[in-house]
């Protein structure tokens, strides 16, 4: 393994590749304030406006295995500047947009940045030297939370105060600031790979993909028995089965399945999956329980009447706490291994949606406060936890192969959340009460029951999290040179 020996640390180039996680981590958030004011300012319909989140989520989760897989192959520097460029580019294009369609092809660039986390942890591997290794993966892992914690109240502010131009105009300078960062302070290290790039996989990963992530995604509009809901399902089944076959048979595939499917890695991803899904109820939850007004109080439910921004700041704590958490996780990977690390995080998630349910299900008031502090406790658990993923997955794949392992846990992070906005919603939207808004207009909420199902499995999420991390065998640690 290729490392930088311990007085020349690159801590600036770290810095860097964790300032763009953050700048990826913005794309996923910036939206969601302008998700109700699209329809009049694409004039388009809701319904269609609400591509605008879904098409980015898509070519992200599909691009970012197929990164770690062309970083591998040509140099993973290159694809992460490659990556940024597209953000920047694709941030251009939403400021100039003059309707939709532009504006999705905005967001579809932008989408094509979310391989940088993957990309970036998978570098670290080249150039950072060995006892500084786990501090660094964890800290850009934990650059996802620090980058939605801030994406709505960045969102927000800018998009009241200036226009929602201005919005994606600051996007394509942090980008393109970033990309030119990147070019000027991390080193090319490490050997590429080379070979034929598996076409044909790429595209098969892609059907895959999009055949089970947009059914979840939409599945709620277009009803779960719906013709295209259920031919999408098939078409998913069908392709898996031809994708798997075609991955085992080919000489240089895009996902090395023999390598994904040992059992360390296997049950990495699972607990990936669920600790995704963990991740994004949380959410989706509580902003709800914030944003709904009093007056659901008096319909059984919970509202706290809270702006946006003011929600989004009662939420952006949390974020900051994950990044410091992730210096927390490489000491304990140090101390107890990586899928110690993994389970504690795990747990301490489940913690705090135990104490989201006692919330919820008391005869006591909720507030901010209460929320606040669960909150704070679920982002240090997602610190710890997100910061092990990529730990566990360095400590049992050779060096050859840590972008494509890296790609392939990131899009398992991001099953889990596309599951969590299928699931969590179905099920907010199943039991609604209609209560009077701030102006007496009639506003539906969630019922408490709703959130209390929401919130039950995303804790038994949690457990499996935990309880498949302490499946994986002991004994390798991030420093270990894999045998494969």
Known sequence: MTTSPPEHHPRLAVAVLCAAGIVVALMQTIIVPLIPLLPALLNTTATNASWALTITLLVGAVVTPISGRLGDMFGKRTVLVASMAAV????????????????????????????????????????????RLGSSVGAMSASLGVGGAFGLPFAAAIAQQVSWHALFWVCAALAAGAMVAVLLTVPV?????????????????????????????????????????????????????????????????????????QRPVLLTNIASVTTGYAFYAMQMIPIQLLMAPTSAMDAGSVGMGLSMVWASMVLMPAGLVMFACSYLSAALTTRFGARISLALGGLVIGVGYAMLLVMIAGPWTGTWLWLLIINLLVGGGLGVAYSAMPALIMAWVPVSHTGEANGVNALMRSVGTSTATAVVGMILAASIAVVAGPDGAPTPVPTSTAYLWASGIALLACLVSAGTALAVPRGRRIDEEPIV
């Open 88 to 131: 920047a580019i694709g941030s251009v294009v939403c400021a100039l947009a003059p309707g939709l369609v532009f504006f999705l092809v905005g967001r579809a660039l932008q989408g094509v940045g979310f391989g940088t986390i993957a990309v970036g942890i998978s570098l670290m591997r080249d150039i950072v030297p060995t006892e």
């Open 189 to 261: 290290r490490g050997v590429a790979t080379g070979g034929r790039f598996d076409a044909v996989g790429a595209v098969g990963l892609t059907v895959l993909m999009v055949s089970i992530l947009l059914p979840l995604s939409k599945g709620g509009v277009w009803g779960w028995t719906s013709p295209l809901t259920l031919g999408l399902f098939a078409v998913f089944v069908v392709t898996s089965q031809l994708w798997w076959r075609w991955e085992r048979r080919h000489r240089n595939p895009l996902v090395n399945l023999q390598l994904n499917i």
